[in-house]
């Protein structure tokens, strides 16, 4: 499974819309597009900040209105729940600014 978190999407708000921040990516699975439960964590607590699906059809995937965060701080996890494949992680993440 194949996850590039370095596509960044302006698309549809998720979260506090005071918080100008977000993430977005892409997940295939062998080069076609899959839905996964993408998890954001702080990469040193670990605490739980962020979750969403990607869309099965398109494998995009995005999170709006973060509050922000320390540069390189955050964890991606991109989860396959069918338990075929294991947990896809991207370390030091950054968010953008809207």
């Known amino acids: 499974m ?4 370095s596509m960044i999407v302006d698309a549809s708000a998720v ?3 005071d918080h ?6 892409f997940v295939d ?4 597009p899959a ?3 993408i ?3 702080d990469r040193v607590t670990l605490e739980y900040l962020a979750v969403t699906e990607s869309d099965k059809e ?5 999170i709006h209105h973060l509050p922000e965060y320390e540069q390189e701080s955050l964890l991606v996890l991109a989860f396959d729940d069918t338990g075929v494949f294991n947990v896809i992680g991207a370390d030091f993440v ?4 809207e």
């Open 94 to 97: 950054t968010q953008e600014a």
């Open 58 to 62: 398109t494998g995009e995937w995005k």
């Open 20 to 25: 100008n921040h977000y993430l977005g990516g």
């Open 15 to 17: 979260g506090e819309p």
């Open 2 to 5: 194949l996850v590039d978190f």
């Open 35 to 37: 839905r996964k439960r």
């Open 39 to 41: 998890v954001v964590c």
């Open 29 to 32: 699975v062998d080069g076609a």
